[in-house]
């Protein structure tokens, strides 16, 4: 487990896959992902399988460690190990906070420190909806730079919007 200011990451198991469903058919984040519609556990359970066979996912729960609580996801997807880079996917469930004041600052770090300094990747980029001002706010805020905007790219209650993927370089990462 990587543990991080009494927060802590560990890997994903079979018996949080309840949990997770819960937090990503919560409609107030569902609506943040690529895959908007919602899932039956059978699919969950059959995502975590395939995730756990593949060498580009790196996924994790977060927990609070004070209460011993999940309380969200953090991970790297997509991973490209030739040219070193990956997709963050972050979010905190507990609450359907999706992105918050209090674990959210430190849980991000913790990710992006694993991507940068154990996975020795040198590019960490994540893609967020022109919809969702928060999590972009978020990402700006930790220093990633838009790299893309893809016009009118997603569709939520009867309207385009854009999608923004930014980006973070290793030499760019700072942990304060």
Do not use: C
């Amino acid at each position: 487990m990587v543990i991080f200011e009494n927060i802590g990451m560990r890997a994903i198991e079979y018996d949080d896959l309840e949990l997770m469903l819960q937090w990503r058919n919560d409609e107030n984040i569902r609506k943040y992902f690529r895959e908007y519609r919602e899932f039956a556990l059978s699919q969950k359970r059959e995502w975590y399988e395939s995730m756990i066979k593949s060498s580009s996912f790196e996924m994790f729960l977060i927990i609070d460690l004070k209460e011993n609580e999940p309380i969200g996801v953090a991970g790297i997807t997509y991973i490209d190990w030739v040219n070193r880079h990956g997709d963050v996917h972050f979010y905190i469930g507990k609450n359907g906070e999706w992105i918050d004041d209090v674990y959210a600052p430190v849980a991000i770090k913790m990710i992006l420190n694993y991507g940068f300094n154990v996975l020795n990747l040198n590019k960490l980029w994540t893609e967020i909806y022109e919809i969702d001002t928060k999590k972009n706010q978020f990402f700006m805020s930790l220093g990633f730079s838009i790299d893309a905007n893809l016009r009118e790219h997603y569709y939520w209650e009867g309207k385009y919007y854009s999608s923004h993927l930014l980006s973070l370089l290793r030499k760019e990462f700072t942990i304060e």
